[in-house]
């Protein structure tokens, strides 16, 4: 099994920046491709990015183009998602997930973190 851990969300006006992380553990592996969701309340939860963790590609939702990265860190079992000129509808839990491959993790059948706050004012 693989063990999936966020940390970086919190509480920030629009237009800031956040940078959020994701430590796998276990069964590292296994992991080929990684990516972040969002759940906003009342909403179902959304993919936002993913990044293949062999080759670097990564994917992007429409509503964060431009505006989010997703990347590598140097050990395979990292990965960030740096956040620039945060809306408010940004605001959301924002889950870490591992798979391996991208249509696993777009497919939402991988491996989940616990989640992490990340809620913009206006």
């Known amino acids: 099994q693989v063990q999936l851990v966020e940390s970086g969300g919190g509480l920030v006006q629009a237009g800031a920046s956040l940078r959020l992380s994701c430590t796998a553990s276990g069964r590292t592996f296994s992991i080929y491709a990684m990516g972040w969701f969002r759940q906003a309340p009342g909403k179902e939860r959304e993919f936002v990015a993913a990044?293949?963790?062999?080759?670097?590609?990564?994917y992007y939702a429409n509503s964060v183009k431009g505006r989010f990265t997703i990347s590598r860190g140097n050990a395979k079992n990292t990965v960030y998602l740096q956040m620039n000129s945060l809306k408010p509808e940004d605001t959301a839990v924002y889950y870490c997930t591992a798979a391996n491959s991208i249509p696993t993790i777009r497919q939402e059948l991988g491996s989940w973190g616990q989640g992490t706050q990340v809620t913009v004012s206006s």
């Open positions: 990044i293949s963790v062999s080759s670097g590609s990564a």
